[in-house]
């Protein structure tokens, strides 16, 4: 188990890197709508664009996700605690999405930021994408699902830190 403290430092620290959250591999469009409902209950879209670079209304973003294969990239801002996340989602195939929330640590309001509240987060996100796995990690292109190392970049995972049930 990792040092919370530990875990903090990783988060905060302002080095020109962001941070991803991941969840399992593949999840199904209602853990993808979900995830996005919940966002959206906090941020406010200021910009959405598919794949082919056409730019998306909030109220099209779900009729989007229903496309045989595609992706989407967006950006929420608002929240007073992380004022503004990147939203990736890939998909090939119907009910296997690829998931990924990006922040960077100058997003994150320092004086707020407890660890505990940013835990609760994180669990009503893995909640919401009814997913098992999450792992949080820096930036790492060579980052491959699954990997847990700290060689790898995870600053935790479903491996060694339990969320609260909240």
Not at 60 to 89: D, F, M, P
Not at 143 to 154: C, L
């Amino acid at each position: 188990m990792r040092n919370l403290e530990a875990i903090e430092l990783d988060i905060l620290n302002c080095d020109g890197s962001c941070r991803d959250l991941n969840f399992a591999e593949e999840i199904t469009l209602n853990g993808v709508v979900q995830v996005l409902d919940f966002i959206s209950s906090g941020w406010a879209l200021k910009r959405a664009t598919d794949d082919e670079g056409k730019e998306l209304k909030l109220e099209q973003i779900h009729s989007a996700l229903l496309r045989e294969k595609g992706g989407l990239s967006t950006v929420w801002e608002g929240n007073v605690k992380i004022t503004s996340l990147q939203v990736y989602i890939f998909w090939e195939a119907r009910e296997k999405f690829f998931f990924e929330l990006t922040f960077f640590p100058d997003d994150l309001e320092k004086t707020m930021f407890k660890l505990d509240d940013f835990l609760l987060m994180v669990s009503n996100l893995v909640r919401a994408a009814g997913s098992r796995e999450y792992y949080l990690r820096y930036e790492n292109a060579s980052w491959r699902h699954g990997s847990i190392d700290r060689d790898s970049g995870v600053i935790f995972s479903h491996h060694d830190v339990a969320l609260p049930s909240g």
